[in-house]
């Protein structure tokens, strides 16, 4: 099935996937220490793709010495980091603050592409890129030192680890498929946040309070959130750009923020509505371009780039 699935529409099915990331770690929260969580949802993880793995003979291919370091660092700041900064910050604020604060990635991306990955950012989409972008802003101005606002800060973080774990993503053999890369990442973040339990000779770091709904979350975010959501995403980025996939999948908020409210977890206001129209609104403007580039021969980019390099010069 994953083959027939374009890059575009695996990168909209991971828009509909991440909508319930935060609504899964504000319910894990308090629940279960942040670390503990990123570890057994990670395994669960891996463990979808363990039979692949055996019956494919994957496993040394894991710990190859030219790949493991670049798939450690994939998947401890891809998944590991970044699950646990999560939980941990929505013991304070609320999933969809958390969804809307996570845009500032499309900033972080369109730097790092820039510097890293040479990616040509065009005005376009920064454009689009500021619509998101403004989302974020409105929600940091309004929360402001008020009591959300240690989790704000910890969500804004989250983002610029998941970009440091794609750009190892991005430097990774093109022959890979994207099983092969999201089975790693949840193998290399179930090993990477191992040596976080080594706290727990000072401080408490695997705390959790057994119950079938800390598993059935457990379940979920392990089997959807982390085997299929990342099987969909490299299968998008390994075959796009990744600022302008990143400034798609940051639509996400608008379907947080209703299932929030939803849920009875929070009462949406106005100026988190402004913010998730400015975010959609952004979102799909990229995919507008990304469909454009799609259909455009290479002869054409190419052309059309320095026409309007010679317009603006002019």
């Known amino acids: 099935m994953l083959?027939?699935?374009t890059p575009l529409g695996a990168i909209w099915l991971t828009v509909c996937i991440n909508s319930f990331m935060p609504i899964m770690g504000y319910l894990a929260a308090g629940r279960m220490s942040p670390p503990l969580f990123a570890l057994a949802g990670s395994a669960v993880g891996f463990a979808c793709f363990l039979p692949w793995a055996v019956r494919n003979n994957i496993l040394p291919v894991y710990f190859?010495?030219?790949l493991w370091p670049r798939l450690l660092a994939i998947g401890f700041f891809g998944s590991a980091l970044p699950m646990a900064a999560l939980v941990l910050a929505l013991n304070y604020t609320t999933p969809a603050n958390a969804a809307?604060?996570?845009q500032i990635e499309a900033v972080y991306t369109v730097i790092l592409s820039r510097l890293f990955l040479k990616e040509k950012i065009s005005l376009s989409q920064l454009f689009g890129t500021a619509l998101v972008l403004s989302g974020t802003?409105?929600?940091?101005?309004?929360?402001?030192f008020s009591v959300r606002w240690t989790g704000d800060l910890i969500v804004l973080a989250v983002p610029l680890m998941y970009q440091v774990s794609h750009l190892f993503s991005k430097r990774l053999p093109k022959d890979l498929s994207p099983v092969f890369v999201a089975s790693a990442r949840a193998l290399f973040a179930t090993l990477g946040i191992l040596p976080v339990?080594?706290?727990g000779f000072f401080m408490p770091v695997a705390d959790f309070n057994p119950s079938l709904e800390l598993l059935g979350i457990i379940l979920a975010w392990g089997v959807a959130l982390t085997a299929l959501n990342n099987v969909l995403w490299y299968k998008a980025i390994l075959n796009m750009d990744l600022s302008k996939a990143t400034a798609i999948v940051l639509s996400y908020p608008v379907l947080t923020a209703l299932l929030s409210h939803l849920f009875g977890i929070e009462k949406i206001q106005a100026y988190q509505l402004i913010g998730l129209a400015l975010a959609l609104a952004g979102a799909w403007?990229?995919?507008l371009l990304v469909k454009r580039d799609s259909?455009?021969?290479a002869g054409d980019s190419f052309s059309n780039s320095t026409e309007e390099s010679g317009k603006l010069s002019a």
């Open 285 to 287: 403007w990229v995919t």
């Open 137 to 144: 802003l409105l929600i940091a101005f309004k929360e402001r």
């Open 295 to 297: 259909r455009r021969p």
């Open 64 to 66: 190859h010495r030219d």
């Open 3 to 5: 083959p027939a699935i």
């Open 197 to 199: 339990f080594a706290l």
């Open 100 to 102: 809307i604060l996570g």
